[in-house]
């Protein structure tokens, strides 16, 4: 009967969603990731609609549910996918249902003051609201990519398109931590040439290590205390990986540096102690690459900062979005200059979709990424 409102059904695995409804992982607090069927988005003006291929598990998925990132309740979870068209709306261009594209899980709208500013990153909007969190949208302050559909924000200046030989795999992780990986690389200013050293080979770390090598960088050296991450690192084109298990990491890089420091260091995985380890590594005058999400508050001991006289250099980074970012990175492994697909190491249905956010949050069975498929 018209104007009859539809009740949303329970969750049931395996029962495909109905009556305008779709699947998706949603954050109902803290420790709560739970499958349910949410209505499927609609594509008003300027806006498009996606129907989700392949996504993706990101640290920092795990970091809201483990309330160091506050979200709303309900929030659909997931900012890194690969999708085809399923809708569009009025005032979008270039772009026809049933192209297969993706967006940076950054999704700057190409005209506030900060996007002008050639800083998409930090992204607040056409209002221009100060207080916006930035960039980051997806599965943040609107819904995301864990789901059969999303609405893709700002497709005018994000929504780009896979060129057909290519496969989801090729591209999936270019939309997160390929792009942040990288921009570590680029922001710390790599010269041909330079040493650099990147703490924790996880996925971001890893991508960061392809960044090095794509700057020129003569010697990457690639630190973990997991011997299959840094076999990965060595795929990804570390020189050298150090087992901090089995070996004095600080006393090895002296070493091979003859006491002079790397020019780079590369923190990639957001705890103290490997940010403390990145200032006593590098040269005078050398950089300290920061990407990694601190859970808690982070210091700066003096005595690693030379006393405020080493010339030292400390740059963050935040996943740099818009829809010529992706192209460039598209390019890159369209021209065989990148590939991150040997990080993909476990793959899940979205009924299984639990299961595979209790894996990546233990990090067990060797998991490194996981794709998740519709």
Known sequence: MAGTEVTQPSFIKGKPAANGFMKAVVFRGIGKPVLEYKPIPKAGPNEVVI??????????????LHGEHPVEDGRV???????????????????????????????PC???????????????????????????????????????YFKMPFPNYNI???????????????????????????????????????FACGPV????IAGARLKGASLIIGVDGNSDRLEIAEKMGADITLNFQTTNVLEEINRMTEGKGVDVAIEALGSQQTFE?????????????????????????????????????IVTTLCPGGRERMQQ????????????????THRFHIDDALEAYRLFENQSDGVIKIVINF
């Open 51 to 64: 129907k989700t291929t392949s996504t993706t598990i990101c640290g920092t998925d795990i970091h809201i």
């Open 329 to 344: 990175l598209i390019n890159l492994v369209k021209h065989h200059r990148l590939s991150l697909t040997s990080m993909i």
């Open 77 to 107: 979870l997931g900012h890194e996918h690969v999708g085809v068209v399923h809708e569009i709306g009025e005032g979008v261009l270039g772009v026809s249902v049933g192209d297969r594209v993706i967006c940076g899980s950054c999704t």
């Open 205 to 208: 770390g890893l991508c960061a």
């Open 277 to 313: 380890n990145c200032m006593k590594v590098i040269r005078r005058g050398g950089t300290v690459s920061s990407v990694g999400i601190y859970s808690g508050h982070l210091t700066i001991p003096i005595e690693t900062f030379a006393g405020g006289m080493g010339d030292h250099h």
């Open 110 to 148: 190409g005209t506030c003051y900060y996007c002008q500013k050639g800083l998409p990153s930090q992204c607040i909007g056409p209002e221009g609201d100060h207080k916006h969190p930035g960039g980051w949208r997806l599965g943040n302050t609107v819904d995301g990519t864990h789901a059969e």
């Open 160 to 198: 780009t398109r896979i060129p057909d030989e290519l496969s989801d795999d090729d591209v999936l992780l270019v939309t997160d931590i390929g792009s942040t990986g990288i921009a570590a690389a680029e922001k710390a200013n790599i010269q041909v040439g330079d040493t650099v050293v990147v």
